[in-house]
Nanobody
């Protein structure tokens, strides 16, 4: 059974930092693209960042220079380090995985809430 379990979401003041974790199981971790997406109330879901061993990393323009994605294959976990957080980063953050690329993700986690206050 494929599982993606996110953790690390919290309430934080603007300018603060958080690290989200996505623990994966049930699929070939090294062969999959794993990404972070977010959805704020009343807005569409958007891609935040993605990592794939064969293609490197990708970041949305809105988070470049502030967020860093990384992967620990030994723990089958992907991290999203979020620094210099802004109120507009407030959203439910989801981890997702796909065997081909960072779009049309096949598997999704339940998400974790990040709230940034001004």
């Amino acid at each position: 059974e494929v599982q993606l379990v996110e953790s690390g979401g919290a309430w934080v003041q603007a300018g603060g930092s958080l690290r989200l974790s996505c623990a994966a199981s049930g699929f070939a971790f090294d062969d999959y693209a794993i990404g972070w997406f977010r959805q704020a109330p009343g807005k569409e879901r958007e891609g935040v960042s993605c990592i794939m061993s064969s293609a490197g990393t990708w970041y949305a323009d809105s988070v470049k220079g502030r967020f860093t994605i990384s992967s620990d294959a030994s723990k089958k976990t992907v991290y999203l380090q979020m620094d210099s957080l802004k109120p507009e980063d407030t959203a439910h953050y989801y981890c997702a995985a796909d065997p081909i690329y960072c779009t049309g993700m096949k598997y999704w986690g339940q998400g974790t809430q990040v709230t940034v206050s001004s």
